[in-house]
T-cell receptor
Framework: NAGVTQTPKFRVLKTGQSMTLLCAQD?????MYWYRQDPGMGLRLIHY???????AKGEVPDGYNVSRLKKQNFLLGLESAAPSQTSVYFC??????????????FGPGTRLTVT | AQSVTQPDIHITVSEGASLELRCNYS??????LFWYVQSPGQGLQLLLK??????LVQGIKGFEAEFKRSQSSFNLRKPSVHWSDAAEYFC????????????FGAGTQVVVTP
């Protein structure tokens, strides 16, 4: 049981390049999330998904796209990277909120630098 | 505006001393409340959570937190810190009218001195 995994762990991009971050979970969770972490700002929600084939915007969605083609995978895409997207990205998954066992399980993070 | 506030950006504590980290929230209804810990270069690990019931919650690694509705607070405590407790601690909430949208405080960095 690997939990939540993220690929890659590190990446350096030039401005304007594109890339996709992959998140995978093996806990059969319906809900999945993408966050970015910046110093002094905690984690901010980019996009989330409440099930296969669904996605929704979070707090800071601009410049990102997501897809949830399979229940276990949640992809985060940057179509044209900007230096402001330099950050650490975390994926998380959970059961449906409201249940007593609810919590979000986090992956180890992807450190992205855009030059 | 709805928010989660951790007033202390940085706390230094001696090994063996007690630790208290503050968290205040501003929401119409009591949200679900969480404390997460992040060690350097690592992901986030859940320490404890509060949904309802007993206002004193026990977590992992010897941590506990107390929910105080009148103060809109959910402070984290540990009676005696260990060097391994040096990390960043995040308070987070899930508003009950915004399912799934975990909102984080800015975090408190804890440094443990010998």
């Amino acid at each position: 049981n690997a939990g939540v995994t993220q690929t890659p762990k590190f990446r350096v991009l030039k401005t304007g390049q594109s890339m996709t971050l992959l998140c995978a979970q093996d806990m059969n969770h319906e809900y999945m999330y993408w966050y970015r972490q910046d110093p002094g700002m905690g984690l901010r929600l980019i996009h989330y998904s409440v099930g296969e084939g669904t996605t929704a915007k979070g707090e800071v969605p601009d410049g990102y796209n997501v897809s949830r083609l399979k229940k276990q995978n949640f992809l985060l895409g940057l179509e044209s990277a900007a230096p402001s997207q330099t950050s650490v990205y975390f994926c998380a998954s959970s059961i449906e909120p409201g249940q007593k066992d609810y919590e979000q399980y986090f992956g180890p993070g992807t450190r992205l630098t855009v030059t | 505006a709805q928010s989660v506030t951790q007033p202390d950006i940085h706390i230094t504590v001696s090994e063996g001393a007690s630790l208290e980290l503050r968290c205040n929230y501003s929401y119409g209804a009591t949200p679900y409340l969480f404390w997460y810990v992040q060690s350097p270069g690592q992901g986030l690990q859940l320490l404890l959570k509060y949904f309802s019931g007993d206002t004193l919650v026990q977590g992992i690694k010897g941590f506990e937190a107390e929910f105080k509705r009148s103060q809109s607070s959910f402070n984290l405590r540990k009676p005696s810190v260990h060097w391994s407790d040096a990390a960043e601690y995040f308070c987070a909430v899930v508003p009950t009218d915004s399912w799934g949208k975990l909102q984080f405080g800015a975090g408190t960095q804890v440094v443990v001195t010998p």
